[in-house]
């Protein structure tokens, strides 16, 4: 599979420029590429959710509707602030 670069990655903190939750803040909880540039998207912590329905199982016997973070695309938010990774102090 070939590396698609995007503006941001997972544990940055971005915001939403376009779209019903314009104005919405949240860290990036994973970034979805697809073969196709034209089809990558986020998930952002809090923003976008939906609500799926659940079938019954032995954990939830009683099924219901579970809320979770639907994908934006990712022309639709804009880095605030990325989560930089610090260098490791060699001790001599």
């Known amino acids: 599979m070939k590396k698609i670069k995007t503006h941001v990655r997972k544990g940055d903190l971005v915001e939403v420029v376009v779209g019903d939750h314009k104005g919405s803040r949240g860290n990036i909880i994973a970034v979805r590429r697809h ?3 034209s089809k990558v998207r986020v998930l952002i912590e ?3 959710m939906v609500k799926k ?9 009683q099924g219901g509707f579970l809320e979770k973070e639907a994908p934006i695309h990712i022309s639709n938010v804009k880095l605030i602030e990325r989560k930089e990774a610090k260098p490791v102090e060699r001790k001599k």
Do not use: I, L, M, Y
């Open 35 to 37: 073969e196709r540039q």
């Open 46 to 48: 809090g923003v976008n």
């Open 53 to 61: 329905a659940v079938k019954p199982t032995t954990e939830k016997p």
